[in-house]
């Protein structure tokens, strides 16, 4: 696989990252079955692997998993829930920062983090706090690099002029393009990596999803109101069109999701998650797929006529996240 920069920051990865959260929650394989998948995921030529302190026993796994391959991978995991939990609310407070750094550290079996993200802002620790807080882990050799999700631009900026941001974290896809109006740029400008969460649309880019499909219970979708069955039936639009895309070029729907979010910036890194060994197959053959400029004029054209409908997130939740 491809290999790309995240900004100016030096940091290389895969031009795919594995996003791991879900070999931990709903339907997640077993524990050897998630071991297996990981390490063939550095066979085929991954080298950034995404978790986070909130993700159950996500961290346990992944450094079990890469614990002999260490010094060939790149680690990205964030901090910023009280005790890593969701529910609890935010916590990054200094001392919380450092706890979590710790914990993390013992938990994936190193003794540094490469890429340590503030899971989401929280509006109750002034950023250059959280910044500084960082940098002394910089300092002291725990974390390599600074990363902010789901953060604003004000927020970004403020961030960076205490320690160099290396990564910001944000869903980003043909079905959520929100960071085109002002992060990209911004991004951009201040020599910022792009690490894009969902970038499969939470799968409704892959063709297999529509307004009939039954989710099972354990679905984090079924609170989505972007997943309801009747807006699903509205944005099928955009699905029908990734899919004649995929048919004019012996392509999956899937791959051209990829292949068009890689197009956007030579610093962009897509990090889609999977169980399942066939679909990190599929999903690495989207790095070998090239777009021309007539392609993405053609497809960017009959994105401007798709409205895509519903929030990504229910109401209660919206709030927490921010900008």
């Avoid at 030096?10 to 071991?35: R, T, W, Y």
């Avoid at 910044?131 to 910089?138: C, E, H, M, N, R």
């Avoid at 797929?289 to 409205?307: E, G, Q, R, V, Y």
Wanted: aromatic share 8%; net charge neutral; glycine share 8%.
């Amino acid at each position: 696989m491809n290999i790309r920069k995240l900004g100016n920051s030096g940091l290389e990865v895969s031009a795919l990252g594995f996003g791991c959260m879900g070999l931990s929650f709903a339907k997640a394989p077993s524990k050897d079955e998630a071991i297996k998948l990981l390490r063939l995921a550095f066979e085929y030529g991954y080298t950034f692997f995404d978790t986070a302190q909130a993700y159950g026993d996500n961290e346990e796994l992944l450094g079990g998993a890469l614990a002999s391959l260490r010094k060939e991978v790149v680690i990205a995991t964030k901090f910023g829930f009280k005790e890593g939990n969701t529910i609890l609310g935010m916590d990054s407070r200094p001392e919380n920062i450092r706890s979590a750094a710790e914990a993390s550290l013992r938990r994936l079996k190193t003794d540094y983090i490469d890429l340590f993200y503030q899971h989401r802002v929280d509006p109750n620790v002034p950023i250059e706090d959280v910044a500084g807080t960082v940098k002394d882990l910089i300092r002291e050799g725990k974390v390599k690099h600074f990363g902010l999700s789901e953060a604003g631009t004000e927020t970004i900026r403020k961030a960076h002029g205490v320690q160099t941001v290396t990564a910001l974290q944000s869903e980003y896809s043909m079905f959520f393009r929100e960071p085109e109006k002002e992060i990209i740029s911004t991004l951009e400008e201040l020599g910022i990596g792009f690490v894009a969460f969902s970038p499969l649309g939470k799968g409704f880019l892959t063709g297999t999803i529509n307004a009939d499909t039954e989710f099972d219970k354990t679905d984090a979708r079924n609170m989505s109101p972007r997943f309801s069955k009747e807006n699903r039936e509205a944005n099928q639009a955009l699905v029908d069109l990734v899919v004649s895309i995929a048919k004019d070029i012996n392509a999956t729907p899937a791959q051209i999701a990829l292949a068009w979010l890689l197009a956007q910036k030579p610093w962009i890194v897509p990090i889609p998650g999977t169980t399942k060994l066939h679909r990190l197959q599929e999903n690495i053959g989207g790095t070998n797929i090239f777009l021309s400029d007539n392609d993405l004029n053609k497809i960017n054209a009959a994105l401007t006529t798709i409205k895509i409908l519903g929030d990504r997130y229910p109401a209660h939740i919206q709030t927490k996240i921010g900008k």
